[in-house]
């Protein structure tokens, strides 16, 4: 199955703010660094197709935009914080793109930017619906 987009990166606005001296968050410098080995894993820089919504504030809802970009995804990277188990939009987009991870061949990576006890709350946040995809 194509995906019009083979990654989603789904992160809290908050977590992407640069910190002092810093040109860039850690979210964006992560996205960079995917960007760059996809790049060199596949040989071509427009061998994929990566989305990042650099624009919503973090209070903004999920557009019906955003929801077509998920839904014609393959991959949802999420950066996992207190920010995006505090996000009602992130958790939005989470359960979005879960809902077709069983039935659609999709992934689900998670990049975790804080203490372990994240994971509970992101079990809670995924609504015990772990599929076999997630890694």
């Not at 194509?2 to 992407?16: K, N």
């Not at 979210?27 to 080995?37: A, E, L, P």
């Not at 596949?42 to 197709?49: I, P, V």
Request: with cysteine; proline share 4%.
């Amino acid at each position: 199955m194509g995906f019009d987009h083979d990654v989603f990166i789904s992160y809290a606005h908050v977590d992407d703010k640069p910190l002092p001296g810093a040109a860039k968050g850690w979210v964006s410098t992560f996205v960079v660094g995917i960007k760059n080995k996809l790049a060199q894993e596949l040989g071509r820089t427009d061998a994929y197709r990566l989305w990042m919504d650099y624009e919503l504030r973090g209070n903004d809802a999920i557009t019906p935009k955003i929801h077509e970009i998920l839904d014609g995804s393959g991959t949802l990277v999420l950066f996992l914080s207190k920010g995006y188990l505090a996000s009602a939009w992130c958790r939005e987009e989470l359960e979005s793109f879960s809902r077709r991870v069983v039935t659609n061949s999709r992934q689900v990576f998670a990049s975790q930017s804080a203490p372990e006890s994240l994971a509970a709350g992101f079990q809670a946040t995924a609504k015990r619906r772990k599929p076999a995809h997630w890694q």
